[in-house]
């Protein structure tokens, strides 16, 4: 799939193969690396900073629903420019065995190649990672990130020219903030070490190359953040919004009073009167918003529908929803596809399957199936 005739610059290859069940309850009706992420697919955004950065063909490494990313993505593809190639795993192969399956298409150039994980979201350096790459001159890099919690991590220690050291897994005292940020640019060579069978790329194969002193670290400046699971998809989309604000301030909304901060909206969406939209807020295609309604950090899919006078604070509405009138959601509660909650509800913290109708009041956070 893609475009012919421009496979002689650099490769890339995505980690896509999981369930997304950290997701859920969205992953239940489109592959997580489907679901929009301030207004675009989380693939999409991976691809395009690859495309800008010089690769021509994009692996993805899947384990199910490739039909459905493929027919999703063609018509991006068609207008990038890049060549997309699917590499199934008949089996789970960890971190690293999906480089052994698709060791044909990577080893076909003496280029180095990126890989990286598609639940990561940032603003991708990928030129100015593979310039450093090519001036260390060593068989790999990983981008690295301060996090504030490095014990929930494997942290990484590195000396000042960026030679790794040492990884350490969920360190229960201090030792580094800096974490393998899951993107990295390795040499050809690296396939050589790599069988394919399920294997760590980051337990396995990269604490031998470090011993070897062929690992380097790219420290990633600016936000960072790994959006594979609700809260976290809220937290990195503020991120990406502050971060929009300083790239491309003219994505942003810039509407009547009554909007707060950062806001995506697409062009296609409806808003009604009244309304206090804001910040960190996106709103996708054909949605519609009535009169009198408030939303903050909150992320609301295509073809959704609140009601008027309704107050949403930290949630994700999924595709078609309908949120009723006087309506109140909050506490990173989660809406799947088709989900209705009727007037005058309040749900707290909810994770609500797709095509449920919702009648009584969630108080605590809890899964309605």
């Not at 959601?329 to 596809?337: D, I, Q, Y």
Request: aromatic fraction near 8%.
């Amino acid at each position: 799939m893609g475009i012919a005739g421009k496979d002689n610059g650099m490769r890339a290859l995505i980690l896509v193969g999981g369930y997304g069940t950290r997701l859920r309850p969205l992953t239940l009706s489109t592959p997580k690396p489907l679901v929009e992420f301030a207004n675009k697919p989380i693939l999409l955004h991976q691809i395009e900073a690859l495309v800008e950065a010089g690769v021509t063909q994009v692996i993805l490494a899947v384990s199910y629903r490739a039909e459905q990313m493929e027919a999703e993505l063609s018509a991006q593809v068609e207008r990038l420019g890049v060549k997309l190639i699917f590499s199934h795993e008949t089996e789970p192969l960890g971190t690293a065995g999906p480089l052994a399956l698709a060791k044909s298409i990577l080893a076909e150039s003496t280029e180095p190649f990126f890989v990286l994980n598609s639940d990561i979201i940032c603003d991708f350096p990928f030129k100015e990672l593979e310039q450093f790459h090519r001036r260390h001159g060593r068989e790999g890099t990983i981008v690295v990130t301060r996090v504030e919690e490095p014990s929930k991590y494997g942290v990484v220690l590195y000396a000042e020219d960026g030679c790794i050291k040492s990884f350490i897994e969920k360190p229960q005292e201090f030792v580094s903030n800096k974490i393998n940020a899951g993107m990295y640019v390795l040499n050809p060579s690296v396939l050589s070490r790599i069988e394919l069978k399920p294997t760590s790329i980051e337990k396995e194969i990269f604490p031998v190359m470090s011993h070897e002193k062929e690992l380097y670290a790219f420290e990633l400046n600016g936000f960072w953040m790994d959006i594979g699971q609700p809260r976290d998809f809220l937290t990195g989309m503020c991120l990406y919004l502050t971060s929009l604000r300083q790239r491309q301030p003219e994505l942003l909304y810039n509407g009547p009073a009554g909007f707060v901060g950062n806001v995506l909206v697409d062009p296609t969406a409806k808003i009604g009167a009244g309304c206090r939209i804001g910040p960190n807020v996106t709103i996708g295609p054909n949605v519609v918003i009535e009169d009198g309604v408030c939303i903050k950090r909150c992320t609301i899919l295509k073809d959704a529908i609140i009601k008027s006078h309704s107050w949403l604070d930290s949630c994700i509405i999924g595709w078609r929803c309908v949120v009723g009138r006087w309506v109140r959601l909050e506490g990173t509660t989660v809406l799947g596809e088709d989900v209705i909650v009727k007037d005058e509800i309040y749900i707290n913290g909810g994770q609500v399957l797709p095509h449920k109708s919702i009648a009584l009041s969630v108080p605590e956070p809890q899964i309605i199936m």
